[in-house]
């Protein structure tokens, strides 16, 4: 009996340090990527993966926030888009040496897990990265620039 009792601590042992007992393998928040849209506007966004039902961004600029209810900014996003879970701010301009002050929660298999204490300082490059120009001549050799933000459709009609 008590070769038996010895053999099942060995085994609970052995199943604890291999991690197959509770879970071991805690999720992490992925990554967040933070995108500066011109003339205004920010995105916020993580990569979708299985299990991930809700992505929640809270935020502020230029000020650190006192509490978790201290910020600007709070929505939660339930579906993903192109691959991603995407904040979209259409509103706030930013320059170059703003802080976003951040934290997002995902909820993964219906936990929810935080990344606090986040920030995002703006570069120089973040609105210019963003931008294609395009240079149209006309017929009289006058040049007319167009500048494209982000993705867009564009339906050029020529006569």
């Not at 040049?143 to 020529?158: F, H």
Request: aromatic share 10%.
């Amino acid at each position: 009996m008590r070769a038996a009792t010895s053999r099942v601590k060995q085994l609970i042992l052995l199943l604890i340090v291999c991690g197959t007992l509770g879970d071991s393998h805690a999720y992490e928040v992925p990554k967040v990527t933070v995108k500066v849209n011109s003339p205004k506007g920010f995105e916020v966004s993580i990569p979708d993966g299985p299990g991930i039902s809700l992505f929640a961004f809270h935020g502020k600029l230029n000020e650190e926030m006192d509490d978790l209810s201290d910020q600007t900014w709070a929505t939660d996003i339930v579906t993903p888009r192109n691959g991603r879970w995407t904040y979209i701010n259409r509103l706030q301009k930013l320059q170059p040496g703003d802080v976003l002050y951040y934290w997002v929660t995902v909820r993964y298999n219906g936990l929810d897990y935080h990344a606090y204490n986040q920030r995002y300082q703006v570069g120089q490059d973040d609105a210019r990265s963003q931008n294609t120009t395009i240079n149209l001549t006309r017929k009289d050799g006058t040049i007319s620039q167009i500048i494209v933000n982000g993705n867009p459709t564009i339906n050029i009609y020529v006569s």
